[in-house]
Nanobody, 124 residues
């Protein structure tokens, strides 16, 4: 059974940084794509960033390019999301997810397993 556990969320002032972590178990990492999504109150869940575990290809939403960086640590079975220059509009619950499909999809339907989410709040 695949389990994903996120951590690292919190309250930060605009311009600050946070690093989210997602520890994954029950998965063969070399064959999957990992993604980070977020969901603000009253809004749909949206794609933030994705990474192919093999090869290190990445993809980002336009709204976070140049500010967020996704990475993996195979030895720790962990995927990270480094978030810099945070803005109030980045406030949301952030989720990590696993896709068994080829390519880095930006749709929630492509991801089969999800974590419980971690809250990120950016104050102005």
């Amino acid at each position: 059974q695949v389990q994903l556990v996120e951590s690292g969320g919190g309250l930060v002032q605009a311009g600050g940084s946070l690093r989210l972590s997602c520890v994954v178990s029950g998965l063969t990492f070399s064959s999957y794509t990992m993604g980070w999504f977020r969901q603000a109150p009253g809004k749909e869940r949206e794609f933030v960033a994705g990474i192919s575990w093999r090869g290190g290809y990445t993809r980002y939403a336009d709204s976070v390019k140049g500010r967020f960086t996704i990475s993996t640590d195979n030895a720790k079975n962990t995927v990270y999301l480094q978030m810099n220059n945070l803005k109030p509009e980045d406030t949301a619950v952030y989720y990590c997810a696993v896709s068994r499909l080829q390519g880095i999809a930006a749709t929630t339907s492509a991801y089969a397993d999800w974590g419980q989410g971690t809250q990120v709040t950016v104050s102005s």
